[in-house]
């Protein structure tokens, strides 16, 4: 089986040359290309980690001055060494067959390896719910997926503008409507991205999958179909719609919708635009402006098409 730059699985690619918490540095042997978010296996002694490559550096043993001296043609220096330098992130580590969080680090000069077809089995990438391939270098070494049980369970994604977040979500959702009823899932998609393909090429959503009518129920505030009566909005389910609200914030709530009922959202935010804090402190009795003024924020963030009158 051949890895990075063809060489075979079992040979290494490299020596660790430093560790720092979960960050592990190893020097990669001359003719090796790898590529950044690639999976390495690093053997030290009865355990195995596996890291992922975060970023790469290329230097040589001179000084900066005798370099600058070199490039310069002032000076030769020889002989000297060039080399590339791999940082990599440790997320998982194997001892006795069993796969856990790292509890440790590598040790110095412990061999670095490039992710085999046995290394994905181990970190136990594939699941039912298919959403990619995994590939070292230009090798693929099977699939990557979700099985199905985890879909109840506490998740995250995380990566950079432009990583592929929503494409990585849009082939998840597709996977749960293609294995429904097994699959049950609830999505909240505020900018539209998932149901419309907004901002990705070629712009195809979750509407244009061919199960999407038969096996999805679709409501959005566009068409009337999800509308909350702001009558009906009392300061208690403002915790619901602004989890971050202050308590300052929540008892003045209180105190407008006892004196002006049910709609207090709506007489509170006209009154507010006419006479300003100074208006609404009057009415609700009350002096402290920036608890008017942060709960005010919030009140006119409701938008009349989810929430009418």
């Excluded at 440790?90 to 856990?100: H, P, S, T």
């Excluded at 082939?171 to 393909?197: C, H, R, W, Y």
């Excluded at 999407?212 to 909350?228: I, P």
């Excluded at 009906?232 to 308590?247: N, R």
């Amino acid at each position: 089986m051949n890895g990075s730059g063809g060489m075979d699985n079992s040979e290494p690619i490299g020596f660790t040359c430093g560790t720092k918490g979960d960050s592990v540095s190893f020097f990669l042997n001359k003719g090796i290309n790898l590529s950044f978010g690639q999976i390495v296996r690093i053997d030290s002694g009865e355990r195995s980690f596996y890291a992922r490559v975060v970023n790469a550096e290329s230097s040589s043993t001179l000084d900066t001055i005798e370099q600058l001296r070199e490039a310069e043609g002032k000076e030769a220096f020889g002989p000297y060494s060039a080399y590339r330098c791999i940082e990599a992130i440790l997320f998982l580590e194997k001892r006795a067959g069993k796969a856990r969080s790292p509890t440790f680090n590598p040790n110095y000069r412990d061999k670095v390896y490039t992710a085999s077809e046995e290394d994905c089995s181990i970190l136990k990438l594939s699941g039912e719910l298919e959403v990619g391939l995994l590939r070292s270098g230009e090798q693929l070494l099977g699939s990557a997926g979700i099985n199905i049980e985890a879909i109840p369970l506490m998740m995250g994604m995380f990566g950079m503008t432009g990583s592929g977040k929503t494409n990585t979500e849009l082939i998840l959702n597709a996977q749960m409507i293609e294995n429904s009823p097994k699959t049950v899932g609830l999505i909240f998609d505020f900018a539209g991205q998932l149901l419309d393909g907004k901002g990705i090429k070629p712009q195809k959503g979750l509407k244009d999958h061919p199960l999407f009518h038969n096996k999805v129920q679709y409501y959005s505030a566009r068409d009337g179909k999800m509308t909350v009566g702001l009558y009906t909005v009392s300061p208690e389910k403002l915790l619901t719609l602004f989890p971050d609200i202050g308590l300052p914030q929540f008892r003045l709530a209180r105190k407008l919708y006892k004196k002006l009922g049910k709609g207090w959202i709506e007489e509170s935010r006209e009154v507010y635009g006419a006479e300003g804090y100074s208006g609404l402190g009057r009415v609700a009795d009350y002096k402290m402006k920036h608890v008017i003024e942060a709960l005010m924020l919030k009140l006119s963030s409701l938008s009349p098409d989810l929430f009418p009158v």
